[in-house]
């Protein structure tokens, strides 16, 4: 059983930056996946990050947003910076087995195992 925590969350303004966390799983067998979910909006791929360190991020999100992983304290990490008021919504990281990751941000939400139970951004205009 793998449990996931998302932390990092705020009110920010736009043009801001954030940097969430997810601890529990950043070990090399999993691909880690960041989502988000705005209200009356489906859950949507932000980034991705597999076991060998190898990224991929949604279009509206590349050039602001990075992914790194830290294995030793198990920790992921989303660093979003130039914030924008669209980018409000609750924010999932999410474990599942490497080859998911081979689909990128397109991956299906069922082939992840395990979520967190989210943590909240709000970008002000």
């Known amino acids: 059983q793998v449990e996931l925590v998302e932390s990092g969350g705020d009110s920010v303004q736009a043009g801001g930056s954030l940097n969430l966390s997810c601890t529990g799983a950043?070990?090399?067998?999993?691909?880690m996946g960041w989502f988000r979910q705005a209200p009356d909006k489906e859950r949507e791929g932000v980034a991705t990050?597999?076991?060998?360190?190898?990224?991929d991020f949604a279009d509206s999100v590349k050039g602001r947003f990075t992914v790194s992983k830290e294995r030793a304290n198990k920790k992921v990490y989303l660093q979003m910076n130039s914030l924008k008021p669209e980018d409000t919504a609750m924010y999932y990281c999410?474990?599942?087995?490497?080859?998911?990751?081979?689909?990128?941000?397109?991956?299906?939400?069922?082939?992840?195992?395990?979520w967190g139970q989210g943590t909240q951004v709000t970008v002000s205009s």
């Open positions: 999410a474990a599942g087995p490497n080859y998911v990751c081979d689909a990128g941000v397109r991956a299906s939400l069922r082939d992840y195992a395990y």
């Open positions: 950043a070990n090399r067998a999993y691909c």
């Open positions: 990050i597999d076991a060998f360190g190898r990224t």
